[in-house]
């Protein structure tokens, strides 16, 4: 079975600190995609990356930055010096190669603070 | 090139009303997926289409929820009769035939039901 556990219902922190939100997903197949989506206040899913089983390679995008280790299967997600609006629901999301449905995690709700 | 459209973006329903859910995949985009995000959840697949056919419908209620893609206009989501409980923002994705992305789904703004 496919699961995507965000243990980290909600995180408060104040603006310019680092927050990291865990991943952590199960799947048998050798072969899938892990995501991240972020959810503002308006509603709407912005994609954030996609990350295919075979690159461990980890990536920054400005202040972003993830970190893929398949011995553990988790798919980090941190932001560096986090800003007000980095203030949204985060979503983890894995879809692997036989299935076309992305299997989302619960969310981490993340409060920035001036 | 305009992406995922979804119309009404707020649709407001009486219990016992039907509702319909109108999805508009990009251009060139044959594969139609729903996804439903009850209150403080993650989205949950609902039902996967191609044109004038349902691939994989796992993810629907058994009852009142309908789906379809015809050849020609939107996908188009049905619920008859709805309930409280089916208020919820109801997503759309669409991705291309020959999945130039590989499994990228693109999401479409949403459709929030509320239902009184």
């Known amino acids: 079975a496919q699961k995507v556990t965000q243990a980290q219902t909600e995180i408060s922190v104040v603006e310019k600190e680092d927050v990291t939100l865990d991943c952590v997903y199960e799947?048998?197949?050798?072969?899938?995609?892990l995501f991240w989506y972020k959810q503002p206040p308006s509603g709407e899913l912005v994609f954030l990356i996609r990350r295919n089983s075979f690159d461990e390679q980890n990536e920054i995008s400005g202040r972003y930055s993830w970190n893929f280790q398949k011995s553990t299967s988790s798919f980090n997600f941190t932001i560096t010096a986090s800003q007000v609006v980095d203030s949204a629901v985060y979503f983890c999301?894995?879809?692997?190669?036989?299935?076309?449905?992305?299997?989302f995690g619960k969310g981490t709700r993340l409060h920035i603070l001036p | 090139n305009a992406g995922v459209m979804q119309n009404p973006r707020h649709l407001v329903r009486r219990r016992g009303q039907e509702a319909r859910l109108r999805c508009s995949p990009m251009?060139?985009?044959?594969?139609v997926y729903w996804y439903r995000q009850l209150p403080e959840e993650g989205l949950k697949f609902m039902v996967y289409?191609?044109?004038?056919?349902?691939?994989?419908e796992s993810g629907m209620p058994k009852e009142r929820f309908s789906a379809e893609f015809p050849k020609e206009g939107p996908s188009i989501l049905r619920i008859q009769q709805v309930v409280r409980g089916d208020s919820a923002a109801y997503f759309c994705a669409s991705s291309p035939v020959w999945r130039e992305v590989p499994y990228e789904q693109y999401f479409g703004p949403g459709t929030r039901l509320t239902v009184t």
């Open positions: 999301a894995l879809r692997t190669n036989r299935d076309d449905k992305i299997i």
């Open positions: 799947t048998r197949d050798t072969t899938y995609y």
């Open positions: 289409l191609q044109k004038e056919n349902i691939i994989d």
């Open positions: 251009k060139g985009h044959s594969h």
